[in-house]
């Protein structure tokens, strides 16, 4: 089954437009966007800047790698797990799901999370949302933040603050708004007017947005109102547009993955040690479809020769 997999690997915020093709299982990430499929070749020959194509066993262990972290710039990062499972989320609700790629999809999973367990526990590498409480309360001490979004990311920005902080939460989907704070016991601040934003001076986003939602007029007007203050863009794609930078008060995804960049000769072996056990494990998770399908086609081959002798 791995022989038929086909992965193309775009940049973040490729416009796939795959309404139509419905089996593609596609996972956007704020440096790539994957489109995976079995034995689909249609995008090939897109010919995008930096496109890349895997295919079969390459192809599934390029998505373990992404998956544990190892492709991320924030190496051993586990954010990238949430969003997997949300694309999975979403695509074992299509109609037009490829039951097949669900099985790979579904032992990629399984796969995963032994690697993790064997390999990177202890990596101990700082994700996105740890990064943003050490800029804003252990830099800045800011006595409440604001937290933008209603995702995994933005519940995750809860729970690293909360402790720490006051902490406001104001995203478009009321119904994960209501449900965050509720579990969280955090006030909501109404979405739809700036107004409402602007008068935090220390803000997280976890908003990915193909669009501006954030532009150099609301930058300019937040920073007139605050002497002390930090913007910290997690979203990807970004929806914010200003030529503000650290030292003025915004913090973009760039400086959060130099920030995270692991140079540790410890834990390279241990990304080194996860790598070398992905190959072995892709290896014999093909020789698994392998047989299992050798055993299918028999059976099919077997009963066929009865059934013509009745």
């Known amino acids: 089954m791995l022989e038929q997999l086909v992965l193309n690997n775009f940049y973040s915020g490729f416009d796939h437009d795959l309404d139509s093709h419905a089996h593609h299982f596609v996972l956007e990430t704020c440096q790539r966007t994957l489109i995976l499929s079995r034995n689909d070749n249609k ?56 039951s097949q790629l669900l099985v790979i999809i579904e032992k990629l999973f399984k796969d995963a999370k032994e690697i993790r367990t064997n390999y990177l526990l202890g990596l101990t590498q700082k994700t996105y949302s740890s990064i943003a409480r050490k800029h804003i309360i252990n830099k800045h001490d800011a006595d409440s933040v604001l937290i933008l979004g209603s995702g995994q990311l933005a519940e995750d920005l809860i729970n690293q603050f909360k402790k720490k902080t006051t902490v406001f939460i104001s995203a478009r989907n009321t119904e994960k708004v209501q449900k965050l704070a509720r579990v969280h016991n955090v006030e909501i601040i109404p979405w739809g007017y700036h107004a409402n934003l602007l008068k935090f001076p220390y803000i ?63 834990k390279l072996n241990q990304i080194d040690k996860a790598r070398t056990a992905m190959k072995s494990i892709a290896e014999k998770r093909q020789k698994v479809f392998a047989k299992k399908k050798l055993q299918k086609q028999s059976f099919i081959k077997e009963n066929l020769g009865s059934y013509a002798n009745i």
């Open 43 to 98: 995008l090939q020959d897109k010919n995008e800047e930096g496109q890349e194509t895997l295919l079969g066993l390459e192809a599934y262990s390029f998505l373990l790698e992404v998956i544990c972290g190892l492709q991320s710039k924030l190496v051993g990062e586990n954010e990238i797990v949430s969003q997997f499972k949300d694309a999975y989320q979403k695509y074992v609700s299509s109609d037009q799901k490829d």
């Open 204 to 266: 997280a986003n976890s908003i990915g947005f193909k669009g501006v939602l954030f532009n150099e007029d609301f930058f300019s007007d937040w920073n007139q109102r605050h002497d002390k203050k930090l913007f910290v863009d997690l979203g990807s794609p970004s929806a914010v547009q200003t030529s503000m930078n650290y030292e003025q008060g915004v913090m973009k995804l760039e400086h959060v993955f130099q920030e995270g960049a692991i140079h540790e000769t410890q």
